[in-house]
């Protein structure tokens, strides 16, 4: 922080500020301190003659007058009794402990009555007068002032003129008005600042212009409302970095300057692993066991925030899935994202289902962006699939071509454990879906018949993080997706339920065209990336007639809690939940995320 100038440290100017008393040896009584100097005795203040509380609170020896009655002016002259003196002092050495009395005279009060800053131009003086606690109507607290202008450099740092510098211009009695003071504060703002390079201490992966798009920063621009916090904010969201110290500015004898970002990256490759256990259902139906995932992510590949990852899925019922995505950021060092992905679902032997998905954004800033999506669907049925249930097949062949448009808001103060942020996107795609199938009709003959349909897609997600108190936060959100049609496949549902969906319930238990949940968790922060929490969810679904079961819908709360802990190894969560349609039923899940 740039340096600041006080012609004066302790009492604001020297004609008015006096040191009487603080240096002046006292009285004759001053001479009656005991012999015995290690002596603690009882302090008593007599002020303007009459008995005030003792306002130190540490214990001084008698043969401490000296420095007590420092204090004692010092105390007075915060409270604006600049002319206070010490007028004597007395120890009595008949009492046990020994009793001192300290007499004084605070004199008469002096407030500030008027505050100007000059020289201010890159910044509104009225707008900088409004940031400090020293205000006409007040005592004259030269700490006070100088925490004041602490924070008015700041302010100048922020606006990109760290070489800003304040002065106190003058102090002194206002002739309408002795007992106010009139002070000045001149602003010499110095030059602005202009970037010549940034440097990324510690890293050796992570490519140094990546660095600064996403920081927003470009070689030579100004300095101009430079913000080190929010750089280092910016960052942390990369999930690349395992740290990021606040940056660092270095000067040069000219303007241009140097930012400095010492961070240590996270390792290249992550393996996340999920195992839950799904109790048994009863005699005769689904049996309990094991289900997870696994999910094999390689990460700022290349240094430029690249990103190649695959997930495999392992649940109840011989389901398996697969998702593959490739990301890119920047294409051509521009703000566009582009991200293409392929996702499959193997429902045992009833049918599978392939996506390929492109999807391209554009960042307005930092925390929104606009983006498209456009993806291919292909359904096949299997030998269960091929089935007439009712006169018809059970799963139709399908292709559909979908396009959409959605947003995405994103500010968080930490990635991994937030304690105050706002994370929200809605996506919704239209398309038009061909669907092949054999039916029924008179002598049980068969035919296949083609029909086209329109679709429209809904997905939306909310996550809300409150600081409630210390270490503290209160976490509220909820994500719905919703399907129309005009007639629905099982395959064309979407599947809910479990550890990363509606927590106390087997995963994709629930079924239907649309399903929500709402939910609020509580956390107590262990460390930056370690919390324990307890919450509550409420899911929804909505199933429309399919096969030979009718149509469905209702509520299904699930409660529970959990930790999140952060070791040398990696992320390790625990969460333990139920519901009370199945109070008997607790669902355990174990994560595990590992850097590889």
């Known amino acids: 922080m740039p340096e600041t100038a006080f012609p004066f440290l302790r009492f604001i100017a020297p004609h008015i500020l006096l040191l009487i008393g603080l240096f002046l040896p006292l009285p004759g009584a001053w001479a009656q301190s005991p012999s015995d100097s290690s002596s603690t005795p009882a302090w008593t203040l007599i002020a303007d003659g009459e008995e005030v509380a003792w306002p130190l609170e540490a214990s001084y020896p008698a043969d401490s007058l000296a420095v007590v009655a420092r204090k004692i002016l010092h105390l007075f002259q915060r409270e604006g009794f600049y002319y206070a003196e010490i007028d004597s002092a007395t120890i009595d050495t008949t009492q046990t402990p020994l009793a001192a009395a300290l007499?004084?005279?605070?004199?008469?009060?002096?407030?500030?009555?008027?505050?100007?800053?000059?020289?201010?131009?890159?910044?509104?003086?009225?707008?900088?007068?409004?940031?400090?606690?020293?205000?006409?109507?007040?005592?004259?607290?030269?700490?006070?002032?100088?925490?004041?202008?602490?924070?008015?450099?700041?302010?100048?740092?922020?606006?990109?003129?760290?070489?800003?510098?304040?002065?106190?211009?003058?102090?002194?009695?206002?002739?309408?008005?002795?007992?106010?003071?009139?002070?000045?504060?001149?602003?010499?703002?110095?030059?602005?600042?202009?970037?010549?390079?940034?440097?990324?201490?510690?890293?050796?992966?992570?490519?140094?212009?990546?660095?600064?798009?996403?920081?927003?920063?470009?070689?030579?621009?100004?300095?101009?409302?430079?913000?080190?916090?929010?750089?280092?904010?910016?960052?942390?969201?990369?999930?690349?970095?395992?740290?990021?110290?606040?940056?660092?500015?270095?000067?040069?004898?000219?303007?241009?300057?140097?930012?400095?970002?010492?961070?240590?990256?996270?390792?290249p490759g992550a393996f996340d692993l999920v195992l839950g256990y799904v109790?048994?259902?009863?005699?005769?139906?689904?049996?309990?066991?094991?289900?997870?995932?696994?999910?094999?992510?390689?990460?700022?590949?290349?240094g430029g925030g690249r990103v190649l990852a695959l997930k495999l899925n392992r649940l109840p019922g011989s389901i398996s899935s697969v998702d593959v995505r490739a990301a890119d950021p920047f294409i051509a060092g521009f703000p566009f994202r582009l991200e293409t992905r392929f996702a499959g679902i193997q429902q045992d032997s009833t049918y599978g289902q392939q996506r390929y998905a492109v999807e391209a954004g554009y960042r307005f800033g930092q925390d929104v962006e606009i983006f498209s999506t456009l993806s291919r669907e292909q359904t096949k049925p299997g030998q269960a699939g091929l089935r007439l249930i009712g006169g018809r097949q059970r799963i139709a062949r399908s292709t559909g071509l979908f396009y959409g448009l959605g947003m995405r808001f994103e500010r968080l103060d930490r990635l991994y454990n937030p304690r105050r942020g706002l994370?929200?996107?809605?996506?919704?795609?239209?398309?038009?879906?061909?669907?092949?199938?054999?039916?029924?009709?008179?002598?049980?003959?068969?035919?296949?018949?083609t029909t086209f349909l329109r679709q429209e897609r809904l997905r939306a997600t909310l996550r809300g993080y409150l600081p409630t108190f210390a270490r503290q936060v209160l976490v509220l959100g909820g994500e719905a997706?919703?399907?129309?049609?005009?007639?629905?496949?099982?395959?064309?549902?979407?599947?809910?339920?479990?550890?990363?969906?509606?927590?106390?319930?087997?995963?994709?238990?629930?079924?239907?065209?649309?399903?929500?949940?709402?939910?609020?968790?509580?956390?107590?922060?262990?460390?930056?990336?370690?919390?324990?929490?307890?919450?509550?969810?409420?899911?929804y679904e909505e199933r429309p007639a399919i096969e030979d079961q009718p149509s469905q819908r209702g509520f299904h709360p699930g409660y529970g809690l959990g930790a999140q802990v952060g070791t040398d190894l990696g992320l390790i969560t625990f969460t333990l939940a139920s519901n009370p349609e199945d109070p008997d039923g607790v669902r355990v899940h174990l994560g595990l995320s590992i850097g590889l």
């Open 481 to 539: 997706q919703v399907l129309l049609s005009n007639e629905y496949d099982a395959s064309d549902l979407y599947r809910f339920g479990g550890a990363t969906s509606l927590r106390g319930y087997n995963e994709e238990q629930f079924l239907g065209r649309a399903v929500g949940r709402v939910f609020t968790e509580y956390r107590y922060q262990l460390d930056r990336t370690s919390y324990a929490f307890v919450f509550f969810d409420l899911g």
């Open 423 to 449: 994370l929200a996107e809605t996506n919704v795609e239209r398309g038009r879906k061909e669907r092949t199938t054999r039916r029924t009709i008179e002598a049980d003959s068969l035919i296949t018949e």
């Open 103 to 267: 007499f004084a005279t605070r004199g008469e009060a002096v407030a500030l009555g008027e505050l100007a800053i000059t020289g201010a131009t890159a910044l509104d003086s009225l707008a900088l007068l409004r940031l400090m606690d020293t205000r006409p109507g007040r005592p004259l607290d030269a700490e006070r002032l100088e925490t004041d202008i602490d924070a008015l450099l700041q302010q100048y740092e922020a606006a990109g003129l760290p070489l800003a510098r304040i002065r106190i211009d003058n102090v002194e009695q206002m002739a309408q008005a002795p007992s106010q003071l009139r002070l000045t504060l001149d602003v010499y703002e110095g030059r602005t600042l202009t970037l010549e390079r940034v440097q990324l201490h510690g890293a050796e992966r992570t490519k140094v212009p990546y660095a600064m798009r996403v920081a927003g920063l470009r070689n030579g621009q100004s300095l101009t409302g430079y913000d080190p916090v929010e750089i280092q904010r910016r960052l942390e969201a990369t999930g690349f970095f395992r740290s990021v110290d606040v940056p660092e500015l270095l000067i040069r004898a000219d303007t241009a300057a140097t930012i400095r970002i010492p961070v240590v990256e996270e390792a």
């Open 279 to 302: 109790p048994s259902q009863g005699t005769g139906t689904m049996q309990g066991g094991l289900v997870g995932n696994g999910h094999l992510t390689l990460r700022n590949l290349f």
